[in-house]
Nanobody, 123 residues
Framework: QVQLVESGGGLVQAGGSLNLSCAASGTMFRINILAWYRQAPGKQRELVAC???????HYADSVKGRFTISRDNAKNMVTLQMSSLKPEDTAVYYCAYQGTLRQWPPDDNMDSWGKGTLVTVSS
């Protein structure tokens, strides 16, 4: 079982930047996906960005050009750099892990989830 711990959430003004980090521990399969999802109040959880072990990445259309996902396989960490933040980016952001490649980009069927970190963007 892989454990995930997110950090870096907080309150930021619109147009600002924020970085999220996720530390993974436990036994990770060689082929794996690390991803960021978010869930805004009253909305379904959605995929924000994901990174395959090989470095391939995918972004939701709503964050392309503003968010950057990166992973450090040696440290088992994944980060999400968020810039030009908008009030609609307000959500709880979750780190997730999938220990295989069932689908690309992945759906909600991830093997492990972090507890989430709240990002609030004020207008």
């Amino acid at each position: 079982q892989v454990q995930l711990v997110e950090s870096g959430g907080g309150l930021v003004q619109a147009g600002g930047s924020l970085n999220l980090s996720c530390a993974a521990s436990g036994t990770m399969f060689r082929i794996n996906i690390l991803a960021w999802y978010r869930q805004a109040p009253g909305k379904q959880r959605e995929l924000v960005a994901c990174a395959l072990h090989s470095g391939s990445t995918h972004y939701a259309d709503s964050v392309k050009g503003r968010f950057t996902i990166s992973r450090d396989n040696a440290k088992n960490m994944v980060t999400l750099q968020m810039s030009s933040l908008k009030p609609e980016d307000t959500a709880v952001y979750y780190c997730a892990y999938q220990g295989t490649l069932r689908q690309w980009p992945p759906d909600d069927n991830m093997d492990s989830w972090g507890k989430g970190t709240l990002v609030t963007v004020s207008s």
